[in-house]
Structures are given as C-alpha cells and as structure tokens.
Nanobody
Framework: QVQLVESGGGLVQAGGSLRLSCAASGRTFIMYGMGWFRQAPGKEREFVTAISRSGISRLYADFVKSRFTISRDNAKSTVYLQMNSLKPEDTAVYYC??????????????WGQGNQVTVSS
C-alpha cells in the first residue's frame, strides 16, 4: 500500500506560480508511474500530467502548453508539479496518483487527498 501526501497548494494571482509536492510512503515509489489530475467544481476529474517510473518519459494534457512541469525524485519518494503562468481556469483540487504510467484515470491505484489551488484574476 502506498500513501500519498500532497502539499504546496494555495491562492495565487493569475500569471503566478505554484509548486505542488506529493510525498509517498514506503519503499515502492520507484515501482509506480506518477500522475497529477485535477477536478474543478461541477466538473469531472481530468488528467494533467504523468511521469514514468524512471522519470524519462512524461505526458501532458494539451491545456498545459508548456506551463506545467512534472518531475520526480526517487531518492525522496516525491513527485512535483511546477505550475507557471497560472490562469483562473486552473483553479481546482489537484490530486497526485500512483499506478501505471498513462493519462487514464483508471490505471492509477493510489490517490492523494487532494490539494486546493485557487487562481484569482
């Protein structure tokens, strides 16, 4: 079982930056692809980005458009989401997830508690 604890969310003005962190418990972090998803009020959870176990491969949703960067530190069992040029439409609860590297919600078996990101205009 993997437990994921997120941190780093908050309130930021449009155009600003935030970095989310997701720390995993246990020694099995390297076995998992890691993803970030988000859910805005009244909307379905959507894929944001994912990174392979080694960190070599990455996937990004089209709306990211080079604004976001995912990275991982396997020695620290932590995955990061650097978000730049934030827009009000990026406002959502952001979730990290561990599972098979993909953009599909269904391949991720373990989820963090969610972290609110609010972007003011």
């Amino acid at each position: 079982q993997v437990q994921l604890v997120e941190s780093g969310g908050g309130l930021v003005q449009a155009g600003g930056s935030l970095r989310l962190s997701c720390a995993a418990s246990g020694r099995t972090f390297i076995m998992y692809g890691m993803g970030w998803f988000r859910q805005a009020p009244g909307k379905e959870r959507e894929f944001v980005t994912a990174i392979s176990r080694s960190g070599i491969s990455r996937l990004y949703a089209d709306f990211v458009k080079s604004r976001f960067t995912i990275s991982r530190d396997n020695a620290k069992s932590t995955v990061y989401l650097q978000m730049n040029s934030l827009k009000p439409e990026d406002t959502a609860v952001y979730y990290c997830a561990a599972g098979d590297y993909s953009s599909s919600f269904s391949t991720y078996k373990h989820w963090g508690q969610g972290n609110q990101v609010t972007v003011s205009s």
